[in-house]
């Protein structure tokens, strides 16, 4: 997949669903992904990347091993959500698990023209407006472009689904802002960028309707490691965020920089502890590693803050 885009580590979190200190576990531990870093070292991942924690959350979510999956192509990612999600090859023909074709409602017709020349696609139906979709029934997937959803796309897509009853939506778009993402990925919408060729087309969003049909666990993917999380600021850039100016009104970035400093001294404070009273030993190696989950918490609300107020070092 072609690198138009390139985001940062919160941005990419919310398209994905991947936390960032997972999305930096995998690349850290297993090179599963490699971004292109700024030389001020700052991560950045373009539309493939994307593409590829998509395909790995997928089939770990569905119970394999990152340390597994984690060097495969692409190509192979896809055979094994195929299997996951009892369909044929991905890179040929989307089809749904019961044999069939898979049932879309598309809005814009510039975008049901081409499915409907490149894709082994049902349209049931098409329209140019969200109102020519809110009584069609027995569709599988929304296949929607984001100019059409208006001026509130995530509303407008809300009310599609619950229309509808159809839950599995992919979202078309050239530009969108980083909140509009945000809030469509909230709403379990998957984030295609175009434009696109149309093979890139009909490939992309086969791999798309796969993902939407592997079985997803109750809970989120998260790292299993015992020790701590690395940390995302220094003592420096952390000072600095406690006094930055933020357009944020509540100034939630310097409080919650003033929490991730108490939270990093009491991780440190724990970790002496440890090393210097061995009856406590276990205890106090408990609350680091617990303190060390807590400060990554809240580091990663600190990144999505940052990111959402333009705040950069």
Known sequence: MSERGEYRIGTVSKLTGVDPHTIRAWERRYRAIVPRRTDGG???????????????????????AIGVVANLS????????????????????????????????????????????????????????????????????????????????????????????????????????????????????ALLRGPLAPAELESSLADLLTLARVPRPATPTTTHDDDPPERLFDDAQLVRLRDIASSVQCECPNHLATLVESLVAF??????????????????????????????????????????DDLTF
């Open 74 to 189: 692409d190509g192979d990612l896809r055979t094994r959500l195929s299997a996951l999600a009892g369909v044929g090859d991905t890179t040929r023909s989307p089809t749904s698990s019961s044999g069939g074709r898979v049932r879309v409602l598309v809005l814009g017709r510039g975008i049901a023209e081409r499915l409907r020349e490149r894709t082994e696609l049902e349209i049931v139906r098409e329209a140019e407006s969200v109102d020519g979709l809110l009584d069609a029934k027995g569709a599988q997937a929304l296949v929607l472009h984001l100019t059409a959803l208006g001026p509130a796309p995530s509303i407008a897509l809300e009310r599609l689904q619950g229309a509808t009853g159809v839950h599995t939506a992919v979202v078309l778009y050239e530009f969108a802002t980083r909140r509009t993402l945000a809030e469509l990925a909230r709403r379990g919408a």
């Open 42 to 64: 700052t991560r950045l991942y373009g539309d493939g990347d994307v593409h590829r924690l998509r395909l790995l959350k997928a089939v770990t979510d569905a119970g394999d």
């Open 267 to 308: 991780e440190a404070y724990s970790r002496r502890c440890e090393s210097v009273d061995p009856e406590d030993a276990e205890l106090h190696g408990r609350l680091v590693r617990g303190t060390g989950r807590a400060r990554a918490v809240m580091e990663a609300l600190l990144v999505d803050l940052m990111e959402y």
